[in-house]
């Protein structure tokens, strides 16, 4: 089986935080400040969405690819008449639907397709 490598950085400033996602080959993440500046720098990236639409949130980025949760509740945006409840802040069920190898075959496309 393949192994990922992964390291991870916590309180980098905004330059030392862009040259570590410069110097990756895949950043993979959630509706997130990294996963917009990955699109920004044009670096190869997956975002895992479930509570947003990922189309719409990083459909302009070319390099940012969308992983969206199939769940009825996906893309609620946290409004209890698209599905939110008070539970999900603990236990999103979209997000839960969304199968570790599912990420894993978009990784694997992904990392082969920047190769």
């Known amino acids: ?32 400040g990294m996963t917009h500046l990955a699109g920004l720098l044009k670096i190869p990236a997956l975002a895992v969405c479930a509570p947003t639409l990922g189309k719409y949130v990083f459909g302009f980025y070319k390099s940012v690819e969308v992983i969206q949760a199939q769940a009825a509740c996906s893309g609620c945006l946290w409004i209890e008449q698209r599905g939110y409840r008070n539970a999900c802040n603990y236990a999103c069920q979209a997000m839960w639907d969304i199968k570790p190898g599912e990420v894993l075959d978009a990784v694997l496309r992904k990392l082969d397709a920047s190769a």
């Open 1 to 32: 089986s393949k192994m990922f490598p992964c390291v991870r950085f916590w309180g980098y400033g905004g330059a030392k935080t862009a040259a570590l996602l410069l110097h990756g080959r895949l950043h993979i993440g959630n509706d997130s």
